[in-house]
Nanobody, 127 residues
């Protein structure tokens, strides 16, 4: 499995960025996809996830209403649209694919359930 993330960069507080992750190697539509992030000196944390169908999503509280996750099961991509960015959103963002296939439903949030990771893309929000 290969996951290639892109779209990070430097943005001012209140700005927007769109992250994208292209997946290959397995049947994309079988697996939950997620975004995690890791700030300097902190543990990797869950940001958002989408189930295999794209119909169910989950967000950590701090990004609800500002971030939107979506997937395209034809293009094998998962995107994270980020708006109203804050300095505390600064981190390396990783896309991830679940270890196991699942039925459509609320997607997994636990880092240990994701077995494949992209290389990370840095998002820096300046104050």
């Amino acid at each position: 499995v290969q996951l290639q993330a892109s779209g990070g960069g430097l943005v001012q507080t209140g700005g927007s960025l769109r992250l994208s992750c292209a997946a290959s190697g397995r049947i994309f539509s079988y697996y939950d996809m997620a975004w995690f992030r890791q700030a300097p000196g902190k543990e990797r944390e869950f940001v958002s996830a989408v189930d295999r169908s794209g119909g169910y999503t989950s967000y950590t509280n701090s990004v609800k209403g500002r971030f939107t996750i979506s997937r395209d099961n034809v293009k094998n991509t998962v995107d994270l649209q980020m708006k109203s960015l804050k300095p505390e959103d600064t981190a390396v963002y990783y896309c991830a694919q679940a270890k196991s296939a699942s039925w459509p439903g609320v997607p997994a949030r636990e880092v240990e359930l994701y077995g494949y990771w992209g290389q990370g893309t840095l998002v820096t929000v300046s104050s």
